[in-house]
């Protein structure tokens, strides 16, 4: 099984691109923080950040061209992949990527007069393959 779960937030606007007939291509990454702690002999362990490349398509990249920004937190759920390619310098390149199949927003909408009366939401899911409008 290839599965990975993270949450974290989002280093940098998503870079879309489109391709045949309105397909799209989202780009972007995500940090994930490891909280540091304290041993018992009392050094400290501090915080880990780790850098995410994420991919999503067709719908999913749409979505995130209308509502994934920098700074906003993300629940991704997809699988790895790798690629290797030959960059133009003729240097062998080695690129590990989320293929996202599900995205939650986390972050909480900004309010707009058309939503300042509207019940807010506590999260919005939405996963590959829905072609409708993101349910909010």
Do not use: C
Request: glycine share 8%; proline share 5%; net charge neutral.
């Amino acid at each position: 099984m290839n599965k990975v779960m993270l949450i974290g937030n989002v280093g940098k606007d998503p870079v879309i691109s489109y391709y045949d007939t309105d397909q799209a291509m989202a780009v972007f990454t995500l940090a994930t923080t490891e909280r540091g702690y304290t041993l018992q002999n009392g050094m400290q362990v501090p915080d880990r950040t780790d850098w995410h490349n994420i991919v999503l398509w067709k719908g999913l990249a749409k979505i995130a061209e209308k509502y994934v920004h920098k700074g906003d937190k993300l629940y991704i759920e997809g699988r790895l992949r790798y690629r290797i390619y030959d960059d133009k310098k003729g240097a062998r390149r080695y690129v590990t990527e989320i293929v996202g199949e599900n995205m939650e927003l986390l972050s909480p909408r900004p309010q707009t007069p058309e939503t300042s009366g509207a019940k807010p939401e506590e999260n919005r899911m939405v996963q590959q393959g829905q072609d409708d409008e993101i349910p909010f």
